[in-house]
């Protein structure tokens, strides 16, 4: 039997053209979205709501994945190893990831008011409230916090993949030793920024508004999606051949405590601020759950409180569960479209009050965001071990078994 040849030069050509034809579909949604968002004449308004949604979205999983990255070096974890240079990857998306914020930034500082109300001058010299919170809530603020952002995150991530990356050539224990130095004031930085990152691009939406906790909700389910994001692609990496045994049942049986862990945390701060604001009963901090409460957006709500916390619980508490590729990975799939649901739940309520709009603009900009992390994503994977090879702790990672 002839033996098939193989062309040298084809690897290399897959890793240029995954990321291409992606960029290229991302660009296609972008374009796709935008132009049907003109045509609405309502000043972009739609549209920036839907991309914001996207945006959020897809930037929660690389938070997530920094996060994730941050705890493993902070605590030390061994069984992790094999898992973390996929979180590595994830999480060095914020070049990318700051580039698609710059339509959001460009609205505010060009002074569109479609998207905050607080960018208006005549809405802020009629509203008291508004006014009081101007010291905060204005363009140019807004912009030097967001800088400040993805400062935070863009060296937190290029620090972590870089050492890591370097690890695999010289094997060197010290550069393990500096990202545990480095962790816990990543874990502080990032716990700050993320809190007002949400303050500003979620909660400031609705500025008569306020929650302490809004933050810890968004982190909450960022740390979810990451997390189910990360099991689809260990799962669909090995499938390929891309990943070997370093990634056993094992490790996906604590990711899946993970998940369960993190559907339970969400649910927890979700019902911590429902109740205290409901106890309470003042009128200005009701009418943002009023809202979601009414019309249209009662069933998303209801969709949210059975999706994205009853069902998967229940779903994911068996032990079989998390060990059994189909189940995790089918529970990983649904908890990453309960997570867009809950960001546009967050979000379009601000457009419309009355019912969810869901449209094409909407498919578009996810598209079109999702395509372009997905090409950045696949263009940082293609330049490097999926592995870290060089790890000290990377033995005991493979030969991790739980109790």
């Known amino acids: 039997m002839k033996e098939k040849t193989r062309n040298p030069n084809s690897e290399d050509s897959q890793k240029v053209l995954g990321p291409f034809l992606a960029g290229c579909v991302g660009l296609l949604g972008l374009v796709v979205a935008g132009w049907l968002g003109w045509q609405r004449a309502d000043g972009l308004e739609y549209f920036l709501h839907s991309y914001l949604v996207a945006y959020c979205y897809f930037l929660s999983i690389s938070l997530g994945a ?148 809004f933050g810890l909700y968004y982190f909450s389910g960022a740390a979810l999606g990451f997390t189910a994001a990360v099991i689809l692609l260990a799962m669909w990496l090995q499938r390929r051949g891309e990943i070997g045994e370093e990634i056993t049942v094992e490790h996906y049986h604590d990711l899946g405590k993970f998940l369960l862990t993190f559907v339970i945390f969400w649910g927890y701060i979700a019902f911590s601020q429902y109740m205290l604001i409901w106890y309470a009963n003042i009128p200005e901090e009701t009418v943002w759950y009023m809202t979601r409460q ?19 619980f229940f779903g994911l508490i068996g032990r079989w569960a998390k060990r059994w590729k189909v189940s995790l990975g089918f529970w990983a799939a649904w ?29 578009a900009c996810t598209v079109g965001i999702g395509g372009m992390y997905l090409a950045a994503l696949m263009w940082t994977a293609g330049q490097r071990s999926l592995v870290p090879l060089g790890d000290p702790r990377l033995k005991e990672s493979r030969d991790f078994e739980n109790e």
């Not at 009414?294 to 998967?312: C, D, Q, R, Y």
């Not at 809950?342 to 457009?351: H, K, R, S």
């Open 66 to 213: 920094l996060f994730f990255v941050a705890l493993q070096h902070a605590t030390r974890a061994g069984w992790s190893v094999t898992v973390r240079r996929l979180a590595e990857i994830l999480a060095a998306n914020m070049p990318v990831l700051t580039l698609l914020f710059l339509p959001i930034l460009a609205s505010v500082l060009l002074g569109n008011p479609k998207l905050f109300v607080w960018n208006d001058a005549s809405a802020v010299e009629a509203d008291p409230l508004l006014q009081h919170k101007a010291v905060y809530l204005n363009a140019e603020f807004f912009a030097a916090r967001a800088v400040f952002y993805f400062l935070v995150w863009g060296w937190s991530a290029r620090f972590f993949l870089l050492k890591s990356t370097e690890q695999d050539e010289s094997a060197d224990p010290r550069l393990t030793q500096r990202m545990e130095s480095a962790s816990p004031a990543v874990l502080l930085l990032l716990a700050l920024t993320v809190t007002f990152a949400a303050f500003d691009w979620l909660m400031s939406l609705e500025p008569a508004w306020f929650s302490t906790i």
């Open 294 to 312: 009414t019309g249209g957006w009662a069933w998303v709500s209801v969709v949210l409180l059975f999706g994205h916390l009853l069902i998967p």
């Open 335 to 363: 908890l990453l479209v309960m997570h867009w649901i809950d960001i546009y739940w967050l979000v379009m309520p601000a457009y419309s009050p009355e019912k969810p709009p869901f449209g094409l603009i909407d498919i």
